[in-house]
């Protein structure tokens, strides 16, 4: 397969450039100069895009590689991936579900600890010498036994609800179909999810749909008692609605680990105390990192050794 052409359109995994190259032509496309210089050298041999949440695999990338077989996506979410622009031209797509599905779970439960029990705030005021000054700290939000509406009931949001169950919290959700395997709260509209719980949590897929799925609406609904987490994607929430509301008191916090222009994240979020902000790091841990990496290398021999792909979206 060393002569099977796959390139990664941006920095994700040593470990994966590494499992790439020792397999097949790897190509790293931040190494060119430009997407146009990039093709006018390899548009003939490229057979396989792996991309990531960052950089995927639009119409112009696909069209532009005329032997193109596979986008293999170092990632669960799909919504970088031009998947008719796909199906159209009989590439094959492959993700990475469930290998990262606890990570992302975890993280959202931190960014709820940390959202209503303060504990970013709490670590400046420890590091500031406040605690040492005699000054104390003022009354958090309990976690435990609180109600959790979740955007998305699938892998993720199910992985949540696991974990919040083991909090005594009552669980709710918003999906397109009531699951049929689960004894969950289920409000066919975001609106009545948003107005009856405390912790409004978006997992769902990111879809021409879901875009801006919390809007203005959903955010008044939640009320200024409500806590959005997102670890969805940045773009289900209409980020000016939400930090006008956290600016004006009618939202109570938000735990996001993405935004609508990663990395760039609004400047008035940046001033406010009742946010948690993290980096787009759900499923960023070694373990998952590695088991994400091995996946994308084991759909790509799986199709270039014409066997089932192990993990196929189309
Ligand atoms: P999944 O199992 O496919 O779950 C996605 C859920 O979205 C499904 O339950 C689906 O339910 C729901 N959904 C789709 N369209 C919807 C709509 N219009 N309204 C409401 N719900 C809708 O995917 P997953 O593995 O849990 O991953 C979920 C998402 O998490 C990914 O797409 C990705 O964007 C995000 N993610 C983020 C990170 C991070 O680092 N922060 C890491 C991994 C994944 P129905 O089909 O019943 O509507």
């Keep these: 397969m060393e002569n099977v052409g796959v390139v990664m359109t941006c920095p994700m995994s040593a470990y994966l450039e590494q499992e790439l190259g020792n397999r097949f032509k790897l190509l790293k496309l931040w190494e060119f100069h430009s997407t146009t210089h990039f093709l ?98 003022e009354l958090a939000t309990r976690f435990s036994g609180k109600s959790i509406g979740i955007v998305g009931l699938g892998r993720i949001g199910s992985a949540i609800a696991k974990r919040a169950k083991a909090f005594g919290c009552t669980i709710s959700y918003h999906s397109r179909t009531k699951k049929q395997d689960t004894n969950y709260t289920y409000y066919s509209n975001i609106i009545d999810l948003a107005s009856n719980c405390d912790i409004l949590v978006v997992a769902c897929a990111l879809t021409e749909e879901t875009r801006h799925i919390v809007n203005r609406k959903v955010i008044d609904a939640l009320g200024p008692k409500g806590i959005l987490i997102n670890i969805g994607r940045g773009l289900h929430v209409d980020e000016l609605e939400l930090v006008s509301a956290l600016c004006e008191g009618r939202l109570a916090g938000a735990g996001l680990d993405v935004f609508e222009n990663e990395p760039e994240v609004p400047k008035s979020l940046l001033g406010l105390q009742n946010v948690v902000l993290l980096p787009h790091v759900g499923s960023d841990t070694i373990e998952t990192s590695k088991a994400m990496a091995d996946l994308v290398v084991a759909n790509l021999e799986a199709h270039f050794h014409k066997r089932p792909l192990l993990t196929p979206v189309v």
């Design 40 to 137: 006018t050298q390899h548009s003939d041999s490229v057979m396989a895009v792996v991309g990531n949440t960052k950089l995927g695999a639009d119409s112009e990338l696909i069209e532009s590689l005329p032997r193109l077989e596979i986008v293999a996506s170092y990632s669960v979410g799909l919504d970088k991936i031009d998947l008719n622009k796909c199906r159209e031209r009989g590439i094959r797509v492959t993700n990475t579900p469930d290998v990262l599905t606890d990570d992302v779970a975890d993280i959202a439960v931190g960014l709820i600890l940390a959202a209503l029990r303060k504990i970013c705030a709490c670590y400046g005021f420890v590091r500031n010498g406040l605690w040492r000054n005699g000054e104390s700290f």
